[in-house]
């Protein structure tokens, strides 16, 4: 099982990007999956993050200027970022909850992509 994260770039202040993650390989079904970031010296923090049947939750930081959704049939999330600041710059990191093929739920962590928002 794997979880591919793209979308990080180089922009800035008040410009949008987007972030998809695909999971892929052998498991059952997936159930939350989101979004953590970690700045330099930073622990890392929960941007958003979303349930299998649509619940959400979001930073404080962001809310407002994110978006989170999902594809259930393509195990892939999206975070949408509007209005883009410096504060936002930081690795992103997929994860999510999978359901494994031996009955268990395992969290899983995709690689980083780095988003670097300048003023």
């Known amino acids: 099982v794997q979880l591919v994260a793209s979308g990080g770039g180089l922009l800035q202040a008040f410009g949008s990007l987007r972030l998809s993650c695909t999971a892929s390989?052998?498991?059952?079904?997936?159930?939350?999956m989101g979004w953590y970031r970690q700045a330099p010296v930073k622990q890392p923090d929960l941007v958003s993050r979303?349930?299998?049947?649509?619940?959400?939750d979001y930073a404080d930081s962001v809310k407002g200027r994110f978006t989170i959704s999902r594809d259930s049939a393509k195990n892939t999330v999206y975070l949408q970022m509007n209005s883009l600041k410096p504060e936002d710059t930081a690795d992103y990191y997929c994860?999510?909850?999978?359901?494994?093929?031996?009955?268990?739920?395992?969290?899983?962590w995709g690689q980083g992509t780095q988003v670097t928002v300048s003023s």
């Open positions: 994860n999510a909850d999978l359901l494994t093929t031996d009955y268990k739920f395992t969290n899983y």
């Open positions: 979303i349930s299998r049947i649509g619940i959400t």
């Open positions: 390989g052998w498991f059952l079904s997936s159930y939350y």
